[in-house]
């Protein structure tokens, strides 16, 4: 598993929070969502129902771990839960903090910008990144 203080990814891009046999948990390199995470399935499968039970279990069992420690660090209005898949055909789970004051709320984070977003209450959720991340593990690791 990876430490919980895994170091950020020198191109910008996925940070890598936790891993085991099965998964890969990210954080992804949103600059106006601090926080989105990305529960992935390590080997290549396009649809959840490709896998075994047991392993859809696991990979949820992790987002349900990643959106707890979310809630209880970031404290976000809600929890948006997402596995598209369309522009990589491959099992992974978008889990994103979001907030009433955020560029597209209440909208989904791909539609048109409802506001700019707010500068000092994105480096306030940024601050809590290392929190966030450490929470994650702690969850994983139970």
Do not use: C
């Amino acid at each position: 598993m990876a430490p919980a203080s895994a170091p950020p990814a020198a191109d910008g891009g996925p940070v890598l929070v936790w891993r085991d046999a099965l998964l890969s948990v990210v954080f992804v390199d949103e600059l106006n969502y601090p926080g989105f995470t990305r529960v992935v399935w390590n080997g290549h499968v396009k649809e959840m129902t490709d896998l075994a039970a047991t392993d859809r279990e696991h990979v949820m069992w992790a987002v349900w771990q990643v959106e707890e420690a979310q809630r209880a660090v970031m404290a976000p209005e809600k929890v948006n839960l997402a596995s598209f898949g369309n522009m990589t055909p491959h099992v992974h789970w978008h889990v994103i903090p979001r907030y009433a004051d955020d560029a597209h709320f209440p909208n989904p984070t791909w539609a048109a910008a409802q506001r700019e977003p707010d500068a000092q209450g994105l480096a306030a959720r940024r601050a809590l990144l290392p929190r966030l991340r450490a929470a994650i593990v702690a969850n994983l690791n139970k």
